[in-house]
C-alpha cells in the first residue's frame, strides 16, 4: 500500500510496479487493515492504473470490515472506486450505511 500511494503521490504511474502489487495484494487481501484497503485503492485510481480484480477484493474484504473504517478511510476508498469507475454497489451501500450512522459523532 505504501509503494504505490508514494508512487501516485509523486505522479508516476509505474504500471509494471503496479501490476506486480495488484497480484500480489490480491493474495494478501486479509492482512489488509482499513487503511491499506483505503490507500492502495486510491494510489491506483489517482494513477490511472486499472486493477480491476484488486478492486474487486478489496470491495469484498472491505464491506466485511466497514465497521472499522475511520471517516477518512470511507471517504477514500468510495472515491477511489468512483474514480477508477468500478461499479461496487453493495461497497457503496456499506459506505453510505456507516457514514449514516456516523452523522453527528
Not at 509505474?14 to 497480484?23: H, K, R, S, Y
Not at 487481501?29 to 478492486?55: C, H, K, R, S, Y
Request: cysteine-free; aromatic content about 10%.
Amino acid at each position: 500500500a505504501n509503494t504505490v500511494w508514494a508512487f501516485a503521490t509523486a505522479g508516476v504511474a509505474a504500471e509494471t510496479l503496479f501490476e506486480a502489487i495488484a497480484g500480489a495484494a490480491v493474495n494478501r487481501i486479509g492482512d489488509f487493515n482499513p487503511q491499506n484497503m483505503a490507500n492502495t485503492v486510491w494510489a491506483f485510481a489517482t494513477a490511472g492504473v486499472a486493477a480491476e480484480t484488486l478492486f474487486e477484493a478489496i470491495a469484498g474484504r472491505a464491506v466485511k470490515r466497514i465497521g472499522d473504517f475511520n471517516p477518512q478511510d470511507l471517504a477514500n476508498t468510495v472515491w477511489a472506486f468512483a474514480t477508477a469507475g468500478v461499479a461496487a454497489e453493495t461497497l457503496f451501500e456499506a459506505i453510505a450505511g456507516a457514514a449514516v450512522n456516523r452523522i453527528g459523532d
